[in-house]
């Protein structure tokens, strides 16, 4: 998905990520050519009723795929947009990623066929899209409530992240360590970076999420009945 502006969000069907330039939201901070990556990837988790939990997320780290969400995945559809399904136990879930009109703003969906939590944790950097991001003392981390949810200016220099949703949002940050990128090291490059997440937000049954580096205005679900309309309808999966 691309915002015609010089933005992108880009990865794999599987969900790991296996190069540096894979993103959520990747903005034009200096069209055309400039770019920052400001959030990475998720970390997804479906929790049923009965108390048992299933990760939807995928990451690479030294040695090993974990957790590996792509177990899940039963199709995958990249037009009109990129849609993912997932059955876990006897619950599916659907999520649908879109940029929109609005430049350098990312949609996320997920819809559940029946009764879950969904807790999803946005892992970060904010670098410039050809570099590597690891841990250091500068994160600031200061969470600040915006309209429809929160944002987080996570150094001087980079844009502000707006996360508009409409789950609950628990402040915790944490740090994920060693993260690879195969086709960085295949190529000689270095391959290895560290992501900082600002806190999870719950969803009951399903949710939307903004990333965008401006305040999010209007309605999600309007964003994707629009996508569909200038897209050509919408293929049942």
């Known amino acids: 998905e691309t915002d015609k502006v010089g933005g992108f969000a880009m990865g794999t069907v599987g969900g790991a990520a296996t190069r540096r330039y894979h993103a959520l939201l990747c903005a034009a901070t200096r069209p055309p050519g400039g770019r920052m990556v400001l959030v990475n990837t998720l970390d997804e988790l479906v929790r049923l009723p009965d108390g048992r939990e299933f990760a939807l997320d995928s990451h690479h780290y030294p040695g090993a795929v974990w957790p590996d969400g792509a177990h899940w995945l039963v199709d995958f559809r990249r037009l009109p947009w990129p849609r993912w399904r997932y059955v876990v136990g006897d619950l ?16 996320l969906r997920w819809r559940a066929s029946g009764p879950a939590q969904i807790v999803v944790r946005p892992l970060c950097t904010g670098r410039d899209y050809h570099a590597l991001h690891r841990r250091n003392a500068a994160l600031q981390q200061n969470v600040r409530t915006a309209s429809g949810g929160f944002v987080v200016q996570p150094y001087s220099g980079v844009p502000p992240i707006y996360f508009g949703h409409d789950g609950d949002f628990a402040e915790e940050w944490r740090w994920y360590h060693q993260m690879t990128y195969p ?43 629009q996508a569909e309309d200038l897209r050509g309808g919408r293929t049942p999966l």
């Open 183 to 225: 086709l960085e090291a295949e190529r000689g490059l270095d391959s290895e970076e560290d992501l900082w997440s600002p806190g999870r937000i719950t969803f009951q049954n399903g949710g939307t999420l903004t990333l965008s580096t401006r305040t999010p205005q209007g309605d999600v679900a309007r964003a994707f009945a």
């Open 92 to 107: 599916t879930v659907e999520r649908e990623l879109l940029m929109g009109d609005t430049p350098g703003t990312t949609l």
